[in-house]
């Protein structure tokens, strides 16, 4: 058995050795000109190799000059690379420096949409901070404006409807936390905050009620009215409003002539 391993030593190092010049085989610095290297580096980003695709295109970023065609390019394709490595901040940065630098470029509207696209990633759940959230649903609602006629559009305004749906989920659970602890007056801050700033979003109609329900506990009679006005303007018909606000109230009879 020691004999048989010592015979295939020689062919393991030779593969090992392989592997590893396969492993450093590219080298950004190594390439004579950019044109080759930005053609390399697009190879492997298709390849998804990250690594190599990040190193290629940040060499070329800091190399190109200004008013080169291939730096807005390199810029688009770094983010992408990012993105492939889940590195979600480093690639909106570089998305966003193709509109800033480059906004006749047409890589400006794909470049602007996928900057928002990125800072989404970033918000992993509707409860934790929104920040990250709100810059996507600026950056995107901006590329909507900036980029009417982009085939993009659609796409933009599906993530703009889920980031204000949990935008709208995220202030209605921070009013439950403070109505459970029945402290009811912040819990109606953010009721009301989403019924004014998500009034389309399926939260809206919650929010509605558990301000009733605030507004009762503390006593509020006309808030409550005016609140349950609401409700049956908007939600008429509704089980849950005529559970929380009763049925409505009967209109007086016009006199006879």
Known sequence: MKGSLHRHLP????????????HQAFVPAKFPSNDLLFSASVKQLQARHWD????????????????????????YY???AYQGRHEYILAAQAFSRVPESFPEDSLAAPA?????????????????????????????????????????????QAEIDRLTEWLATKNYEDGMFYLRRKAYDPSIIYFKDVVRLY????????????LV??????????????????????????????DACGPAPATAAAPKP
């Open 11 to 22: 062919a393991l190092v030779l593969l090992t050795l392989l592997a590893a010049c396969h």
């Open 52 to 75: 190599n695709a990040v190193n290629g295109f940040e060499r070329l970023t800091t190399n190109l000059p200004a008013r080169d065609p291939l730096l807005p390019e390199s810029f």
């Open 78 to 80: 770094l983010g992408k």
């Open 112 to 156: 602007t949409f996928e900057t928002g696209m990125s800072y989404s990633k970033l918000w992993k759940k509707p409860t934790l901070d929104s920040e990250y959230g709100q810059t996507a649903l600026s950056t995107l609602s901006s590329f909507l404006v900036a980029y009417p006629d982009s085939p993009l559009h659609a796409k933009a």
């Open 199 to 210: 009034p389309t979003t399926k939260h809206a109609e919650m929010a509605l009620l558990r």
């Open 213 to 242: 329900e605030a507004y009762g506990k503390i006593k509020y009679k006309e808030e409550v009215a005016e609140t349950c006005a609401t409700l049956r303007e908007k939600y008429a018909g509704d089980k849950q409003v005529t």
